[in-house]
Structures are given as structure tokens and as C-alpha cells.
């Protein structure tokens, strides 16, 4: 029977994949991936791991990375832009699995990056006034790498990165109740397992 798991995004989530699928021709596993982004999904056909998606199967089990990591396991994520579907695959999952090194530790979550804040285009400066009466502050657009114009999400949104200085436990609540925004990076109490 295949085993069923979640991939993540991102350079950890990148390396992780690879090694899988060393495993994969190794000791002959049977596994189905669900990628969280076209870059993994990619990487899976490239290396022969077959792919299912949350429409069909939940997984067993997810890895992923982080970009910081507080002592409560509380999360900043999508510098690679595709927290929407990490958050599915880790709401959907059993287990998550979080891999960093230890530059990811924080003491307070926001130090070293900022949020981002997926939002539909139109609703971008409706969004932003909305942020501001949150603390948001040095609220930047995203703009793309290799093009001109914004960064735009495999969803066809755009993505905002907002400064915080305090990082509550209901800010993701209250970020995502904004009309117009689709995610947040922030992942605040989530089961999830920090493995260093």
C-alpha cells in the first residue's frame, strides 16, 4: 500500500525530496507525494516519485521547512510563496514535521523576517490600510526575480510582506478575516513536530 505524504516547499523541503527519492530507489518504497508547489511537483517527475493531490488522499505524514521558529514552534513560512498549500497539507495531515538548522530559532517570531500576506489583487489596497490597523509597518510589495512587475502566486495573487513588532497568538486569525487576503506565513499553533 502507498504510503502518502506531504511535500513542502522551499530549499529544505528541496534537498528532502532528493533524498527521498534515494530511499525510493534503494529500498523499493511505494510512496505518493503531495507537493505544495509546482517547483516540488517538477522535482517529483524529474526523480520518478508519482503525485496524487489533497483533492484525492491526505497525507500521512508532511515535511517542510521554516523560515523562523520560536520557542512556542510558532512559525513564519512562504518566502517561497506557497503558504496557502503548505497550510492545507498541514491542517490535512497527521504529522508535520518542520526541518531547520539553527539559524531559524528566534526568540521572538518576526526578528529576522517579515510576514508574508497573500492577497487578491484588487482587494491590495484594502489589504494594506487593514494591515497598518493590525501593526503592520514597512509593508512591501513583493516584487519578482528574473521579471518585471510583482511576484505573483501560483494562485494568480500577490503577496505583501509586513513588519510586525509583536507577533500575538490571534494575529493569524485576524490577518486572515481580512476580505481579500487568501493566507499568511504565520503559523501559530499547529501540530507540528521542530526537528534541528
Known sequence: MDKLYGFGSGSTSFLAVIAIAEKIREEGLNILAIPTSLEI???????????????EKNPD??????????????????RGGAM?????????????????????????????FKV??????????????????????????????GKDGPCITEKGNLILD??????????????????GVIESGLFINYNVEIIY
Open 162 to 179: 509586513v513588519k510586525f513588532q509583536n507577533i500575538e497568538q490571534d494575529l493569524e486569525k485576524q490577518i486572515k478575516s481580512i476580505s
Open 116 to 145: 508574508p500576506v497573500e492577497c487578491f489583487g484588487d482587494a491590495l489596497n484594502y489589504v494594506q490600510s487593514e494591515l497598518i490597523k493590525l501593526g503592520g509597518t514597512e509593508i512591501e510589495l513583493r516584487k519578482a526575480i
Open 61 to 78: 505524514w508532511c515535511f517542510d521547512g521554516a523560515d523562523e521558529v520560536d520557542s512556542n514552534g510558532w512559525l513564519i513560512k512562504g
Open 41 to 55: 511537483k517538477m522535482l517529483c517527475s524529474k526523480l520518478n516519485i508519482p503525485t496524487t493531490t489533497l483533492l
Open 84 to 112: 496557502f498549500k503548505e497550510k492545507l497539507n498541514i491542517v490535512s495531515s497527521k504529522k508535520t514535521y518542520i526541518l531547520i538548522d539553527k539559524s531559524k530559532k528566534v526568540n521572538k517570531l518576526g526578528e529576522k
